[in-house]
C-alpha cells in the first residue's frame, strides 16, 4: 500500500536527550514536511524539502535539524535546545505534479520528561 | 500574509443534525488552494477536499458539501446528516501558488451525539 509511516506512534525521552522521528514515504512525493501539533491548537511548520539533498525552515525551526538525503525519507532531530519538545509530531508530503493536496503519516506522539 | 480563522472551536451536534464548520481565509495572491482536512481522534489527518481560487463552483460528496465564496473569503463545509463517525478535528488549510507552505487554522472539534 502506498502511503506515510512515522515510527514510532509513541516516544518517551528524558530531557536533555535528542531524539530523532522516522517518516518514510513510498508514494513517489517531491516535497515532504514536518508540523508540530499542540493540545487544541493547529500545525505550525517546522521545516520541509522540497527536493533531495535541500530543506528549508519552516516557522518553528529552532531546536531541531532535519535531512534529505533520499527522496523517500526526512528525519526529524528533536535536540535538547528545544525547550518545549512534548507534542505530537505529523510528517506529511506532496506531490509537485496534479493537486497539492498534501498526505500525512499516522504522527508521533513524543512525550519528554 | 496569509491567514485562515475556524472561529468555532468546538460545535457538539446531535446524530442526524445538519453540522457547518465555517473558514474565512486571508490573502492578497489571485491564485491560491484551500482544503479540508479530518483528524479523528487516531491523529492522522485525512484530505477531503480542496478547491482552486478560480473554481468557485461548489461541490457535494455523499453527506458532505462545501461552500466556496470568494466575495466573503469563506469555505464553508457542511454535514448533512451527521453521525458520530463524523466526530474529528476539522482543519481549513490555504496554499499560495508559487509557495510550498500551507497555512492551517487552529481546528473545529465536533462531536456528534447518539
Known amino acids: 500500500d502506498g502511503g506515510i509511516t512515522q515510527s514510532p506512534k509513541y516516544l518517551f525521552r528524558k530531557e536533555g536527550q535528542n531524539v530523532t522521528l522516522s517518516c518514510e514515504q513510498n508514494?513517489?512525493?517531491?516535497?515532504m514536511y514536518w508540523y508540530r501539533q499542540d493540545p487544541g491548537q493547529g500545525l505550525r511548520l517546522i521545516y520541509y524539502s522540497q527536493i533531495v539533498n535541500d530543506f528549508q525552515k519552516g516557522d518553528i525551526a529552532e531546536g531541531y535539524s532535519v535531512s534529505r538525503e533520499k527522496k523517500e525519507s526526512f528525519p526529524l532531530t528533536v535536540t535538547s535546545a528545544q525547550k518545549n519538545p512534548t507534542a505530537f509530531y505529523l510528517c506529511?508530503?506532496?506531490?509537485?505534479?496534479?493537486?497539492?493536496?498534501?498526505?500525512f503519516g499516522p504522527g508521533t506522539r513524543l512525550t519528554v520528561t | 500574509a496569509q491567514k485562515v480563522t475556524q472561529a468555532q472551536t468546538e460545535i457538539s451536534v446531535v446524530e442526524k443534525e445538519d453540522v457547518t464548520l465555517d473558514c474565512v481565509y486571508e490573502t492578497r495572491d489571485t491564485t491560491y488552494y484551500l482544503f479540508w482536512y479530518k483528524q479523528p481522534p487516531s491523529g492522522e489527518l485525512v484530505f477531503l477536499i480542496r478547491?482552486?481560487?478560480?473554481?468557485?463552483q461548489n461541490e457535494i460528496s455523499g453527506r458532505y458539501s462545501w461552500n466556496f465564496q470568494k466575495s466573503t473569503s469563506s469555505f464553508n463545509f457542511t454535514i448533512t446528516a451527521s453521525q458520530v463517525v463524523d466526530s474529528a478535528v476539522y482543519f481549513c488549510?490555504?496554499?499560495?501558488?508559487?509557495?510550498?507552505?500551507?497555512?492551517f487554522g487552529t481546528g473545529t472539534r465536533l462531536k456528534v451525539l447518539a
Open positions: 488549510a490555504l496554499s499560495v501558488k508559487g509557495t510550498y507552505k500551507y497555512i
Open positions: 506529511a508530503s506532496r506531490g509537485l505534479a496534479g493537486g497539492r493536496e498534501q498526505y
Open positions: 478547491r482552486n481560487s478560480f473554481d468557485e
Open positions: 508514494l513517489n512525493h517531491d516535497a
